[in-house]
């Protein structure tokens, strides 16, 4: 089945610096990629997704690249503020296929912006 | 409107006993999905509904594991002879359409607790 690998587990930086988020997955089957911000104690959100037919997408600070050769797709947050601190989660899916939508997730990134 | 409601939002149990967590979706979602989240860890699929198809099961971890829906609303979700290792955040999520070609809304989840 899919494997999604995330990186760093740990992020700190300092507010209005940029933020990259990096994952990995390894079923070349998986056409869809949504980003999950969950702040403590709360659900988690979608923040952004991308479709495999996309290489980017911006949502005014957040974009997301997809490069599908090296299957391999980031978060990217610029001009980071500090309620941007959550963790985020990538996923993966396959729409339409016989895992029926059920989303990979990776483990995890502990996003910490410093005023 | 209501988003996806989940109940109790916490549990505590002792080793041995049974449980049931309970999901409501987004009325008229056809599908949804229940996630159990360990501490530190990724969002892992548990169990999938789409109308009144068979259920998806494939990612239950036990047979101490089950869980219903009653056609496109309530889903339960227990847990028989609890053990220490169930103690985790239990997550529902509902969509709009199944296989995933619409956005997962996920609820605040259950947090077990098996003593």
């Known amino acids: 089945g899919e494997n999604v690998e995330q990186h760093p587990s740990t992020l700190s930086v300092q507010e209005g610096d940029s933020a990259v988020i990096k994952c990995t997955y390894s079923d070349s089957a998986s056409n869809y990629f949504p980003w999950y911000k969950q702040e403590l104690g709360k659900r988690p959100q979608l923040i952004i997704d991308?479709?495999?037919?996309?290489g980017e997408k911006k949502d005014q600070r957040i974009a997301v690249t997809l490069n599908k050769t090296a299957k391999h797709f980031s978060l990217h947050i610029t001009e980071t503020q500090p309620e941007d601190s959550a963790v985020y989660f990538c996923?993966?899916?396959?729409?339409?296929?016989?895992?029926?939508?059920?989303?990979?997730f990776g483990r995890g990134t502990q996003l910490t912006v410093w005023p | 409107g209501a988003g996806v409601s989940q109940s109790p939002s916490n549990k505590v149990t002792e080793k041995g006993k049974d449980v049931e967590l309970r999901c409501d979706p987004i009325s008229g979602h056809t599908a949804l999905y229940w996630y159990r989240q360990r501490l530190g860890q990724g969002l892992e699929f548990l169990i999938y509904?789409?109308?009144?198809?068979?259920?998806?099961k494939s990612g239950l971890p036990s047979d101490r594991f089950s869980a219903e829906r009653t056609g496109e609303s309530v889903s339960t979700l227990t847990i028989q002879r609890t053990q220490q290792e169930d103690s985790a955040v239990y997550l529902c999520a509902s969509s709009l359409a199944g296989g995933g070609r619409s956005e997962q809304f996920f609820g605040p989840g259950t947090r077990l607790t098996v003593l």
């Open positions: 509904f789409q109308g009144n198809s068979a259920p998806d």
């Open positions: 996923a993966a899916s396959i729409i339409g296929g016989s895992t029926l939508g059920r989303l990979y």
């Open positions: 991308i479709r495999s037919n996309v």
